[in-house]
């Protein structure tokens, strides 16, 4: 989002957004989407609890399992582990170098993931979240460690920013979620890490 456009269209040309970076605890309890125009390339947005809306997420921690489903629409479902909890993952013939990429990986490992949110209700009403991969890559500790700390600023960040933006305000209704809730998240995560 250059310039803070908040859009996935500029000029006529379409333009991915910004992967937001989002620890798992904070994801699981986003269960507000929405889609920002009448268009059908028109972004789907997940908001927040800390109150940003975000299209796309970046995340990192240890590949723990990943399982191949399927035969005519082979797909693979992982699950990334970061300091707070668990991402799941998926990959499908949609995303073709996602799928390869996953294919060659082994767990467990550390690995880099940007993929789009998508919540699912579940039969009985609880909202589930998981990640539609665009890329996975293998890296080492020192990647999934800056990860963290950077995760952990933008997480304080969005928190220090809670209540004045429109997408702040609607978060604090929908939510009613205390903010030290996951300001404690963060110090926990970054006192997880022996740096």
Not at 142 to 164: H, M, N, P
């Amino acid at each position: 989002m250059i310039g803070g456009a908040a859009g996935g269209k500029r000029e006529g040309f379409f333009y991915r957004e910004p992967a937001k970076r989002v620890f798992a605890v904070e994801l699981k309890e986003s269960r507000i989407h929405f889609k920002e125009g009448q268009d059908e390339k028109s972004p789907t947005y997940i908001l927040l609890p800390t109150g940003e809306r975000c299209n796309r997420v970046f995340l990192a921690g240890t590949l723990t399992e990943k399982r191949r489903q399927g035969e005519q629409n082979m797909f693979y479902r992982a699950r990334v582990v970061d300091p707070t909890g668990t991402f799941f993952v998926m990959a499908g013939s949609y995303q073709p170098e996602a799928m390869q990429q996953i294919a060659r990986l082994e767990p467990p490992t550390f690995v880099a993931v940007v993929g789009k949110p998508n919540v699912y209700q579940a039969p009985d009403g609880a909202a589930l979240i998981s990640i539609r991969c665009e890329s996975i890559t293998q890296v080492d500790k020192d990647i999934r460690d800056q990860w963290v700390l950077d995760t952990g600023k933008a997480t304080l960040d969005r928190i220090d920013q809670s209540g004045q933006t429109p997408d702040g305000e609607r978060a604090k209704r929908e939510y009613n979620i205390d903010p030290a809730l996951f300001r404690k998240v963060v110090y926990e995560a970054l006192s997880q890490m022996k740096i």
